[in-house]
């Protein structure tokens, strides 16, 4: 979670939305606790921008993103797009906030 910033958002691929570094550390600790995990996820960027608003540098990365789902098979369960929104702050780079977009489950473009 240090990578998190205090005022981080996410949208799910399926919509739903996390407002909070508090909330998304409860949500990891749920998925990384459960006996047989879905959330075997990978982040592929396709594209990094870097560029400075005021005193503070940015970052906009987005890509493809892809989460298996039987884990012992490796069967994708869904996959799609993603950005990611990063900013430099205190020497430090911090991750604002994510939004996925779902495209597919169990199929061909996963």
């Excluded at 981080?8 to 996390?18: E, K, P, Q, S």
């Amino acid at each position: 979670m240090r990578m998190v910033a205090d005022d981080y958002v996410a949208v799910g691929g399926n919509d739903g939305l996390i407002r909070s570094k508090e909330e998304m550390s409860k949500r990891w600790a749920k998925d990384f606790a459960s006996p047989h995990p879905v959330n075997q996820c990978v982040r592929s960027p396709t594209t990094i921008e870097v560029g400075q608003a005021g005193e503070i540098l940015r970052a906009a990365e987005s890509g493809r993103w892809q989460c298996r789902g039987d884990t012992s098979s490796g069967t994708p369960a869904a996959c799609g797009s993603y950005f990611a929104h990063w900013s430099k702050r205190s020497g430090e780079w911090r991750l604002v906030s994510d939004n996925y977009v779902t495209f597919e489950y169990h199929g061909p473009v996963c």
